[in-house]
């Protein structure tokens, strides 16, 4: 899952669930608020947590994320309906990947279900949008509960993940949903994650142990945190778009309003899975993108955010977000650009004192992957499930 854009603005962020604890591990000190919760954007270095994320076991306070626990006998079909994500056909103890979109086919946001029991289920969402799930629920045997602030939520992932929470006495994630059914009451409910390629698990708990589990991990564990700053090169990484940042979710104010296919994710809405919300206009708009969001790698240490994207010498879009990556060894970025002039090789116009043109390429992600997988297998059954 990731995280909504900063609320730079925001008046006294509340603490997370988490909070205390993941506080004594703050050596820099440097928070921000996202959700209105309080959300660390380092911990040590940036170099360090993304190494961590990448070679051992990084551990995320997930407690800005959106959660509701829907219930009831129709829970599965208002999931359905409500989100992209095939929660009808989930089994327990499984996961999916969905957006919400509003009726013009636009997204709103994305989403997550994880199926707890065969009528309890967990949405998860970048940002809140209670008003939004109670209309969806009118009328329906279903009930959705914000559990946002109830639960603290502890994301770890990294190759070394299966053996941190191993050597913290945990089970696997798949046997303590299937076991457990329930979101508060149990010592630790999990369910399977991905943070842009890397796969994970997100522990649930009541808020009251928050501090017995984040310490448990962290002294039997080893596991080390990460913040905000370098999740952000993981997701450009992975090519995982951030809402309010990369594009203004459907609704908001000023919002130019973007299709799953115009944010490379049509995969996600694959319009042989029966009815959501949005699907009409869809399959009207399919195939007619007036946008597309892009990720690029650039030759240059100073690009930034709202950088003009040139083809041919003519401003086709902008970049979005940026970040260095020591993967690629440059700065990669979303661009969001016209349809029209979607192609491998651009220029990104550079200010201040080294004014200027630096070429960008067009490169593959774990996300833009899985686009041109169901480009090439439309028609077939899509469920990106876990």
């Known amino acids: ?11 006294a962020p509340r603490p997370t669930p988490l909070y205390a604890a993941v506080a004594s591990a703050s050596e820099a000190n440097l928070w921000t608020s996202v959700n209105g919760w309080t959300t660390a954007r380092i911990y040590s270095s940036v170099s360090g947590e993304y190494e961590t994320a990448k070679s051992a076991a990084a551990l995320a306070d997930l407690g800005a994320l959106a959660r509701y626990a829907v219930r009831g006998r129709e829970a599965a079909a208002f999931l359905g309906r409500l989100t992209t994500a095939p929660a009808v056909s989930l089994q327990v103890g499984e996961s999916a990947r969905g957006l919400m979109l509003d009726d013009q086919g636009h997204v709103i946001d994305l989403a997550e279900v994880s199926r707890l029991s065969e009528d309890l289920f967990l949405l998860t969402l970048p940002t809140p949008h209670a008003r939004h799930i109670a209309l969806g629920a009118r009328g329906l045997d279903v009930a959705a509960e914000d559990i946002s602030g109830q639960v603290a939520a502890l994301g770890v992932f990294g190759p070394q993940t299966a053996g941190v929470l191993a050597a913290a006495g945990l089970k696997s ?4 949903l299937a076991a457990s059914g329930i979101l508060r009451g149990v010592e630790t409910a999990a369910r399977p994650i991905q943070f842009g390629a890397m796969p994970g698990v997100e522990l649930i708990f009541p808020k009251e142990e928050a501090l017995t589990i984040w310490e448990r991990i962290m002294r039997r564990g080893a596991g080390a945190p990460i913040g905000l700053d370098a999740l952000e090169i993981l997701r450009l990484e992975a090519g995982g ?4 940042l990369d594009f203004t979710p459907a609704g908001k104010p000023g919002a130019s309003p973007r299709t799953p296919e ?3 994710l049509a995969h996600l809405a694959p319009l042989d899975r029966g009815w959501f919300n949005g699907r009409r206009a869809l399959r009207a708009l399919a ?10 790698s650039i030759d240059d240490e100073q690009s930034m955010a709202g950088a003009a994207v040139l083809q041919d010498g003519k401003p086709v879009g902008r970049i979005t977000s940026c970040a ?11 661009a969001d650009i016209d349809a029209a002039s979607h192609g491998n090789n651009y220029e990104i116009s550079v200010a201040g004192p080294a004014e200027g043109r630096v070429p960008a390429k067009l490169f593959e992600t774990a996300e833009s992957a899985l686009a041109r997988v169901f480009a090439g297998v439309q028609g077939n059954s899509t469920d990106f499930r876990r």
Do not use: V
């Open 173 to 176: 994630a798949s046997e303590t």
């Open 241 to 244: 778009p951030r809402p309010g």
């Open 1 to 11: 899952m990731i995280f909504p854009a900063e609320d730079f603005f925001a008046d």
């Open 262 to 264: 115009e944010l490379g």
């Open 324 to 334: 260095w990556s020591p993967a690629r060894k440059r700065i990669i970025a979303f």
């Open 287 to 296: 195939g007619k993108p007036r946008r597309r969001l892009i990720s690029l």
